[in-house]
Nanobody
């Protein structure tokens, strides 16, 4: 069974830094485009950052540009989201997503999902 396993979430104070990671199991990692989505109660998942297969193309939501960095390690089959200068509005469940294709922007274009990890930023 293909699995994406997120880790690294938790409660932090505003201004702090936090890394969330996604490990891929039972699936070749190199062909996958990857992304992080964030969901808050009552809302749909929003794209936070995305990265293409080789890692040379990255894209961020306007709200996190300059603060978040997405990266991938194809040898370790992991993707990481480094989050700096966290704000209360960054609070949510962060989901790792993958697809065998381009690094899309829409939730529906990703067909492999992790279970999510909660990030809570308090002021």
């Amino acid at each position: 069974q293909v699995q994406l396993i997120e880790s690294g979430g938790g409660p932090v104070q505003a201004g702090a830094s936090l890394n969330v990671s996604c490990a891929v199991y039972r699936l070749p990692f190199a062909p996958l485009a990857m992304a992080w989505f964030r969901q808050t109660p009552g809302k749909e998942r929003d794209l936070v950052a995305r990265i293409n297969r080789s890692g040379n193309l990255k894209n961020y939501a306007d709200s996190v540009k300059g603060r978040f960095t997405i990266s991938r390690d194809n040898a370790k089959k992991t993707m990481t989201l480094q989050m700096n200068s966290l704000k209360p509005e960054d609070t949510g469940v962060y989901y790792c997503a993958a697809t065998n294709g381009n690094y899309y922007t829409r939730e529906r274009d990703y067909d492999i999902w992790g279970q999510g990890t909660q990030v809570t930023v308090s002021s």
